[in-house]
């Protein structure tokens, strides 16, 4: 076994402790209630090799293997995955190398995006793509318990609930149901970038991902940690509908 692929199966194992104690529960205790799986409490006392060794990288290799792929995804030359091999490998577990907070917009798949297989991305998704305190768990789940080295905060171009949000802004329109609760969310996004010149659309799209960028590094203990050890790295970008080719913002 390779010395990385050690050293990471041992970090892991110390998140997984230090997520638990963070929480205030003990893994009996959860198991007890019901809202921890067997084998994450078990995890507690085993070693092993990570599913996928080759997710096993730093913050600035799991983001040049992001953008790779998805070049790869806008040329047209995106790899054949074994999707069967990938699942009989999965089985026993997870190692995701990067976690996507994602619109939930039917035209954004990250995982195609990207050109990633199964286990490599770990997917956040929500209309306008804004960190939720049930978004930032699930992150720091990602982070502190599977070892994903890298956030994208991944927004894109002719976004709905920021255009809802617009309109809620602008001229005080009113929403059914529950969606004044997305316009609410995204209304100090716009309010920055209101008066900027330009399409207020696209301003406010870049602007969203980089309030949930800052959103995210502020969030500690879990996520702060990570960052100031340099096992994070927590980054921005727009897709392009008629390319899909996702620039970086941030």
Do not use: W
Request: aromatic share 4%; with cysteine; charged share 20%.
């Amino acid at each position: 076994m390779c010395k990385s692929c050690d050293s990471t199966s041992s970090s892991n194992t110390t998140n997984r402790r230090r997520f638990l104690q963070i929480a205030g529960l003990s893994a009996s205790a959860l198991l007890v209630a019901g809202a921890l799986p067997d084998k994450l409490a078990l995890a507690e006392e085993k070693t092993s090799a990570p599913p996928k060794p080759q997710n096993a990288i730093n913050p600035d290799q799991a983001l040049q293997r992001l953008l790779a792929g998805n070049e790869r995804y806008v040329s047209g030359n995106s790899d054949t995955h074994d999707f069967k091999d990938e699942r009989e490998a999965l089985v026993s577990g997870q190692n995701p190398f990067v976690a996507v907070l994602s619109c939930s917009d039917s035209r954004i798949a990250p995982e195609y995006a990207f050109d990633t297989a199964r286990g490599d991305l770990f997917a956040v998704r929500v209309a306008g793509n804004f960190v939720t305190d049930e978004g930032l768990a699930s992150l720091e789940y990602a982070v502190a318990v599977l070892g994903a080295p890298l956030i994208l905060v991944l927004g894109h171009e002719s976004c709905g609930a920021l255009d809802a949000g617009i309109k809620a802004l602008k001229d005080q329109t009113v929403f059914p149901g529950h969606i004044p609760k997305l316009t609410e969310a995204l209304k100090s996004s716009i309010q920055k970038v209101i008066e900027q010149p330009g399409n207020l659309l696209e301003n406010a799209t870049a602007q969203n991902v980089k309030d949930s960028v800052q959103r995210l590094k502020g969030a500690t203990p879990l996520i702060t940690d990570a960052l100031d050890k340099g096992k994070l790295k927590i980054v921005g970008g727009v897709y392009r509908l008629a390319t899909g080719k996702v620039d970086m913002v941030v």
